[in-house]
């Protein structure tokens, strides 16, 4: 039997979230969230964006994101990250101000924008927090205060269930979460005890696994995603280099003007100066009469 594929990728990710066949596994999924984040459950919801296949592995738009529409129009975001795109926080406040301003045309009611909501599942560590559900509000700093309760952001982060203890047989949101970092097949009866709408999800997992269309696109698309951190890690590199090498030249001209102040100060002529640090004259000078 085939290994399993990797729920967080992507491409997986929306056929088991983002189809209209699995609308009822997006919905227990997101309630989950909004349960554990203390706020009241959907009742219904519609894709806006419903899982259709990639002209390329590297299609961005057709599989990164899922969109909907909750049954009072309030408009939902989720997105899955397996590599860390950096600058992530300002990233997901221009796709939710995207969101938000997209609803009416310029110049319309304000009255008609409805809540935007993000929701982030990232497969690294992001926020200087031991918590693996963050929530965030617009709130006055000091009274706590809403000024307005139409932008929510959840981060999701699967690496900080490895920090603490989490009882699986509890359901909730903890449960989609492990299902979703991989839980050993053996736990998957203990996963769905309290959450059975993980069931169809972990069929939805099971069958893509051994579709060989499937594996082909992952793959494909498992390619396009390293071939990117590739290139997002070598820019990082190439640029901590050049940061280096900048710093090392800074620290030298900065090392050669104070030994040049020291040589002024004990009367040394500029003439001599200029042949032991290398500097020009007129920089010695410049110096001295900054003294």
Not at 38 to 50: K, M, S, V
Not at 91 to 103: A, I
Not at 255 to 280: F, R, Y
């Amino acid at each position: 039997m085939q290994d399993m594929l990797d729920p967080r990728v992507d491409i997986i990710f929306k056929r088991i979230f983002g189809s209209e066949h699995n609308k009822d596994v997006l919905l227990a999924f997101l309630n989950s969230t909004f349960r554990d984040a203390g706020e009241p459950p959907l009742t219904e919801i519609i894709l806006l964006n419903p899982y259709t296949e990639p002209d390329s592995p590297d299609d961005k738009q057709s599989i990164m994101d899922i969109k909907a529409r909750t049954a009072q129009g309030e408009l939902l975001n989720i997105e899955m990250q397996l590599f860390n795109p950096y600058h992530m926080e300002k990233r997901t406040l221009f796709y939710w101000s995207e969101m938000y301003y997209h609803q009416i045309p310029k110049g319309s009611n304000y009255t008609k924008l409805k809540k935007c909501v993000t929701i982030n599942i990232l497969n690294y560590s992001s926020l200087p927090n031991d918590r693996y559900h963050s929530v965030f509000h617009l709130r006055e700093d000091h009274t706590g205060i809403p000024l307005l309760d139409d932008i929510e952001i959840h981060v999701i982060e699967l690496t900080k269930l490895d920090q603490q203890f989490v009882p699986l047989d509890r359901g909730g949101l903890v449960n989609w979460l492990m299902f979703l970092k991989g839980a050993d097949k053996s736990n998957w009866e203990v996963l769905t005890m309290n959450e059975p709408m993980l069931k169809k999800a972990m069929d939805t997992l099971e069958f893509l696994s051994q579709d060989a269309a499937a594996r082909m696109a992952y793959d494909a698309r498992m390619k396009a995603l390293s071939d990117e951190k590739s290139r997002i890690e070598g820019a990082l590199e190439e640029g901590l280099a050049i940061g280096i090498e900048k710093g090392i030249e800074k620290g030298i001209e900065r090392g050669k003007a104070e030994t040049a102040l020291k040589l002024l100060e004990l009367g040394i002529d500029i003439q001599t100066i200029a042949k032991a640090t290398g500097m020009s004259t007129e920089e010695i000078s410049t110096l001295g009469s900054l003294k």
